[in-house]
Nanobody, 121 residues
Framework: QVQLVESGGGLVQAGGSLRLSCAASGSISSIDFVGWYRQAPGKQRELVAGIGGGGSTNYADSVKGRFTISRDNAKNTVYLQMNSLKPEDTADYYC???????????????WGQGTQVTVSS
């Protein structure tokens, strides 16, 4: 069984920084895509940043230059460093990992439980 555990959310003033972490545990063979999504109240969930299996990254236009996604394959962990935070970054943030469990022949989607980020003005 695979689990994702997120940490690092909280309350921060505009201009501040936060670092989110998402650790995958369990019987894992390999990890393909890793990404962070966010959902603000009354809005649809949107992709914030992602890293493909080949290592290519992509970011939402609204966070380019401020957020950095990274992964530690040895620890099965993905990070989101968020700098120069703005009130409009306030949302619940979810990690999303596509991985192949040990013994499986294809990848499966897993989601973290979500962590709240609140940026005050």
């Amino acid at each position: 069984q695979v689990q994702l555990v997120e940490s690092g959310g909280g309350l921060v003033q505009a201009g501040g920084s936060l670092r989110l972490s998402c650790a995958a545990s369990g019987s894992i063979s390999s990890i393909d895509f890793v990404g962070w999504y966010r959902q603000a109240p009354g809005k649809q969930r949107e992709l914030v940043a992602g890293i493909g299996g080949g290592g290519s990254t992509n970011y939402a236009d609204s966070v380019k230059g401020r957020f950095t996604i990274s992964r530690d394959n040895a620890k099965n962990t993905v990070y989101l460093q968020m700098n120069s935070l703005k009130p409009e970054d306030t949302a619940d943030y979810y990690c999303h990992i596509v991985l192949i469990p040990r013994g499986a022949i294809r990848g499966y989607d897993y989601w973290g439980q979500g962590t709240q980020v609140t940026v005050s003005s």
